[in-house]
């Protein structure tokens, strides 16, 4: 697992952060150093934990880089919701997101656990 570049779920991390990044920027500046920042902050923090998870001997060690990405995707998941709701984010573009962050949970869930029967 230490080349992290080639995890599906690191690379779907990676896109998730370019698209938060983007939503981003149509966020009210009021909202820049508060919701923006956080945004993007459980976002980058989701292929971040991934590879440093990569870089540990343990499965167990792994997994715990892999369940801090976990929490950072539902993190990410309310404050998505929360844009939705503010109407930053219109309820098409908020779904596909959501799908995106759903889709990210399964693959940190069933690596996390391909990691404990290791």
């Known amino acids: 697992m230490k080349n992290f570049k080639n ?27 508060s919701l923006c920042d956080q945004m993007r902050r459980s976002s980058i923090s989701i292929p971040s934990n991934i590879s440093e998870g990569s870089s540990r001997n343990s499965e167990k060690d792994k997994a715990v880089f892999l369940d801090i990405a976990l929490g950072s995707s539902f993190e990410l998941e309310t404050q998505i ?10 309820e098409k573009d ?3 997101l959501i799908d995106s ?3 990210l949970q399964r693959m940190l869930s069933g690596f996390m656990a391909k990691l404990r029967t290791v």
Do not use: F
Request: aromatic share 10%; net charge neutral.
């Open 81 to 90: 919701l929360i844009c939705q709701r503010l109407g930053y984010l219109n």
């Open 7 to 33: 995890l599906a779920v690191w690379n779907h991390g990676m896109d998730l952060v370019e698209a938060i990044y983007k939503l981003s920027l149509n966020i009210p500046k009021e909202e820049k150093y």
């Open 94 to 96: 908020s779904e596909k």
């Open 101 to 103: 962050v759903t889709q």
